[in-house]
C-alpha cells in the first residue's frame, strides 16, 4: 500500500521520531513521509511511534491509498527532497 504519514510531535521527541520514520519511509518535508510499505511494516512502525510518543501530546495521521497512482500529487515550491532514484 501507499501511504502518507504526518506527525506533530514535542521538539524533544522530534529526532527520535524523524529517524524511525526514515527507515520506512520517504522523508519529503518536516514532519511529513510517503512511499510504499507493507501492512506488517506499517503496524511495525505504528508501534515504534507508540514508544517514543506522548499519547497526550503528540499526533501521528496516516493516509492510505492502494497504490501512488491513485492519489494526485502537487508541488507548489521548491520540492524538499526528490523521490527520483538514479541507477
Known amino acids: 500500500m501507499y501511504v502518507i504519514l504526518v506527525y506533530d510531535i514535542g521538539q524533544k521527541r522530534v529526532g527520535k521520531m524523524l529517524k524511525l520514520c526514515r527507515k520506512y519511509l520517504n522523508w519529503i518535508q518536516n514532519s511529513?513521509?510517503?512511499g510504499e510499505i507493507s501492512e506488517v511494516k506499517l503496524k511495525e512502525l505504528?508501534?515504534?511511534t507508540r514508544s517514543i510518543m506522548?499519547?497526550?501530546y503528540d499526533s501521528l495521521i496516516i493516509f492510505k491509498s492502494r497504490q501512488e497512482?491513485?492519489?494526485?500529487?502537487?508541488?507548489v515550491?521548491?520540492?524538499?527532497s526528490s523521490l527520483?532514484?538514479?541507477i
Not at 497512482?69 to 508541488?75: F, S
Not at 515550491?77 to 524538499?80: A, F, L, S, W
Open 84 to 86: 527520483d532514484q538514479i
Open 77 to 80: 515550491g521548491k520540492e524538499k
Open 32 to 34: 511529513v513521509f510517503e
Open 54 to 56: 506522548d499519547k497526550d
Open 46 to 48: 505504528i508501534a515504534k
Open 69 to 75: 497512482k491513485w492519489l494526485e500529487k502537487q508541488i
